[in-house]
């Protein structure tokens, strides 16, 4: 059974920044890509930021420029560096990633919530 568990959320002001980590229970090199998703209250999940095995990665435009994704796989463990934070990306943020078998696991969430 895989787990990833995220931290880092937390309340911060309009402008500011954090930094989400998800740390996975195995070798993250066995997952095809490794990903963050967001759910604000009546919104549908969506993705944010993906990262793949070799390293690519892709963002959502409304976050480009101000997200990064990235991966330490000595640490089994993928961040999301939250910059120039806006009310609207106040959400839940989940890790997501997908292994060899195309199985998706995700985790728990972490709350991020962002003044004005």
């Known amino acids: 059974q895989v787990e990833l568990v995220e931290s880092g959320g937390g309340l911060v002001q309009a402008g500011g920044s954090l930094r989400l980590s998800c740390a996975a229970s195995?070798?993250?090199?066995?997952?095809?890509?490794m990903a963050w998703y967001r759910q604000a209250p009546g919104e549908q999940r969506d993705l944010v930021a993906v990262i793949t095995s070799g390293g690519m990665t892709n963002y959502k435009d409304s976050v480009k420029g101000r997200f990064t994704i990235s991966r330490d796989n000595a640490k089994n463990t993928v961040y999301l560096q939250m910059n120039s934070l806006k009310p609207e990306d106040t959400a839940v943020y989940y890790c997501f990633a997908i292994d060899n078998s195309n199985l998706g696991y995700w985790g728990q969430g972490t709350q991020v919530t962002v003044s004005s």
């Open positions: 195995k070798n993250i090199f066995s997952f095809n890509s």
